[in-house]
T-cell receptor
Framework: GESVGLHLPTLSVQEGDNSIINCAYS??????FIWYKQESGKGPQFIID?????DKRQGQRVTVLLNKTVKHLSLQIAATQPGDSAVYFC??????????FGSGTRLQVQP | NAGVTQTPKFQVLKTGQSMTLQCAQD?????MSWYRQDPGMGLRLIHY???????DQGEVPNGYNVSRSTTEDFPLRLLSAAPSQTSVYFC????????????FGQGTRLTVV
């Protein structure tokens, strides 16, 4: 079936560096993608989203890039801070009637 | 606004017991969903609703029932709990199903022994 997944289960970065979290999807007709951040013991929280008619979208310290040719999207976090430590999920519209989530990447920020 | 509220936060059940996980939202969203989260597997859709009186199955519906009598509430019922249902359960609401941001509750951690 159609899927949305993440490349790495864990990513470790130094405080102040930029982080890049990657995600791949299989349905070329997917129209909408979203990134969530989940801290320990909490529900997922919205970070940023992007629709398929865009290649890039920026928020506060975050940028999402969408490459429809290779069916890949990434989340870039600038100047990573300890408070960015969490699990990050990409989710997308895979043709099912609700968002499909990837398995998550745990971002560890080293001081 | 409280957003999406789930109760209880923690629950331990014995195999075969039944229970209801409560979910309420105050954003007047038509769409509500239940997901379960297991280690290394992301969130998987159990059931969803596109409005009061309308529900449908998601990816992993077996062993769960839902109903949607009001816009605000979307309870999830476990009919006869099994150890395989040990998980963290999240309720979400949104303006659309797969094309808009979903707002999540804080989760219910369920252990079935």
């Amino acid at each position: 079936g159609e899927s949305v997944g993440l490349h790495l289960p864990t990513l470790s970065v130094q405080e102040g560096d930029n982080s890049i979290i990657n995600c791949a999807y299989s349905n070329s007709a997917s129209d909408y993608f979203i990134w969530y951040k989940q801290e320990s013991g909490k529900g997922p929280q919205f970070i940023i989203d992007i629709r398929s008619n865009m290649d890039k979208r920026q928020g506060q310290r975050v940028t999402v890039l969408l490459n429809k040719t290779v069916k890949h999207l990434s989340l870039q976090i600038a100047a990573t801070q300890p408070g960015d430590s969490a699990v990050y999920f990409c989710a997308g519209d895979t043709g099912r009637r609700a968002l499909t989530f990837g398995s998550g990447t745990r971002l560890q920020v080293q001081p | 606004n409280a957003g999406v509220t789930q109760t209880p936060k923690f629950q331990v059940l014995k195999t075969g017991q039944s229970m209801t996980l409560q979910c309420a939202q105050d954003m007047n969203h038509e769409y509500m969903s239940w997901y379960r989260q297991d280690p290394g597997m992301g969130l998987r859709l159990i059931h969803y609703s596109v409005g009061a009186g309308i529900t449908d199955q998601g990816e992993v519906p077996n062993g769960y029932n839902v109903s949607r009598s009001t816009t605000e509430d979307f309870p999830l019922r476990l009919l006869s709990a099994a150890p395989s249902q040990t998980s963290v359960y999240f309720c979400a609401s949104s303006l659309g199903l797969a094309n808009t941001e979903a707002f999540f509750g804080q989760g219910t951690r369920l252990t079935v022994v």
